[in-house]
């Protein structure tokens, strides 16, 4: 078994925190994972993505070669189509709508959306409204991981225990509330 994942999104959008999920979720399973992140201007809005590689045998790379990615899992549809190059011929994209538009000059959100659809495989999701009835915009993140889980090659179980992992300092309410807004992300995926 071997995924490559890259995950994006913006500052302020929980990419790395998706990451670290997944990550505890392979490691508990006995995977080899391998990882790297760029968060630079982070603070500010910037890019922020991870290249996340799983596999059952030794990883001697933490980046994923253009045309080799399984899954690109981004929080932000023009992140989503920045990493493009990186898609497999059989990769799937699980992008949420809605775009934080972070530069004066942002690209027409119909355009962006187009072209992401071209992709066989592409789900789109309205991540935000989803968060909200979960009780707040800021579990978009968890919403777009369960819309993924099929494709991280990791158990849901797994997953969600990843997600107490993450959480469970924060107490109990805020753990439930990030596994609910996972569950009703994991409805979305069909």
Known sequence: MQKNIIIAGVGGQGILSIAA??????????????????HGM?????????????????LYSDLIPEGEADLILSVEPMEALRYLPYLSENGRIVTSVDAYK???????????????????????????????????????????LGAAAASTGIDSDLLEA????LFGRKGEDV????????RKGQALDK
């Open 175 to 182: 753990v439930n509330q990030n596994i609910d807004a996972f």
């Open 102 to 144: 972070n530069i004066a000059v942002y690209p027409e959100e119909e355009k962006i959306l187009s072209e992401l659809k071209e992709h066989k495989g592409t789900v789109l999701i309205e991540a935000e409204k989803v968060a909200l009835e979960c009780g707040h915009k800021r579990m978009s993140n968890m919403v777009m």
């Open 162 to 165: 990843g997600i107490k992992a």
């Open 21 to 38: 999920v997944i990550d505890w979720a392979a490691l508990e399973k006995g995977y080899n994972v391998k990882q790297a992140e760029v």
């Open 42 to 58: 982070s603070q500010r809005g910037g890019a922020v993505q991870s290249h996340l590689r799983i596999s059952d045998e030794i």
